[in-house]
């Protein structure tokens, strides 16, 4: 509380003028003429799909490209992926093209630091190896200088996006744990042998919340399992193996896709069949 105290006090001090630790990043860079990329990300598909964030993000990122006289060699645009992690394959790519020698650009945009990462201590290993190779990172809404201050200040952006994205998922987590231990169904996709089937209590952003019910075909296959697991098949023991074998001859499938060892093993293990479902 102190530090952000002493840096909020600095940061409006009047007095301050050019030694601020926010500086300008439009003039900072305005007529450098750099080779850019830019990178844009939501956290879910979901977000990708209903969402107007990417063409917004795009939209302020490349204005600000023009306004300022830079080149857009590359857009990176990632639906559907978390910064708390470096596993999304955009992300991953854009890195790459970072690191190469040459570099394929000399600065990476963002509209906000949480785009590129959410956990401080990634973003910064990261944003060092851009500069080792010579590229910058530049958030175009939460400008900062290149010096230590600069440095600083990015850190503790980081560091409050990493608590709100650690209470975020406290608070969703929660959310989802009570509505599984009131009957509903959490998730989009039901398990084989159920359908999710819409109830009349309403859910968030005008969803209506949805619970477990059987679905008759897909469900006499997993009864038809479990027996030939159990009893076996015309005097043969059937493990997952031989059922996979005799659902394909059979030509049953997993809502199209074919049965292999894994998947009969994963649904017969599966407490839910017994009853029993957790989240």
Not at 19 to 40: C, D, E, P, V, W
Not at 98 to 118: C, D, G, N, T
Not at 122 to 130: G, Q, Y
Not at 199 to 214: E, H, N, Q
Request: charged share 25%.
């Amino acid at each position: 509380a102190s530090l952000l105290i002493i840096l909020t006090a600095r940061l409006n001090h009047p007095a301050s003028n050019g030694n601020a630790l926010l500086s300008s990043t439009s003039a900072h860079y305005k007529g450098t003429n750099m080779h850019i990329a830019l990178y844009a990300r939501v956290s879910t598909t979901r977000q990708a799909d209903n969402d107007l964030s990417i063409p917004d993000q795009l939209r302020q990122l490349q204005n600000w490209a023009k306004d300022n006289g830079h080149l857009i060699v590359k857009e990176y645009i990632e639906p559907g992926a978390s910064a708390t992690s470096e596993k999304r394959p955009v992300f991953q790519q854009m890195f790459s093209d970072a690191m190469l020698k040459p570099a394929a650009f000399e600065a990476v945009i963002v509209h906000s630091h949480s785009r590129f990462y959410r956990d401080g201590i990634e973003a910064a290993v990261h944003e060092r190896k851009l500069n080792k190779n010579g590229v910058k990172l530049i958030s175009i809404t939460q400008q900062t200088s290149d010096d230590a201050s600069g440095e600083l200040v990015r850190n503790v952006i980081r560091m409050f996006d990493g608590y709100q994205s650690a209470e975020n998922s406290k608070h969703v987590s929660r959310a989802m744990k009570e509505n599984a231990r009131q009957g509903y169904f959490n998730g989009s996709k039901p398990p084989f042998g159920y359908a999710a089937v819409a109830t009349d209590r309403p859910a968030s952003r005008g969803r209506i919340k949805k619970k477990l019910a059987l679905h008759d075909d897909e469900a006499d296959i997993v009864r038809q399992m479990y027996d030939w697991y159990l009893n076996g098949l015309d005097g043969r023991v059937m493990g997952c193996k031989e059922i996979a074998k005799h659902l394909s001859a059979q030509g049953l499938t997993m809502r199209g896709s074919a049965w292999s060892v894994q998947k009969i093993h994963t649904l017969l293990s599966d407490s839910l069949y017994r009853g029993d479902y957790y989240f």
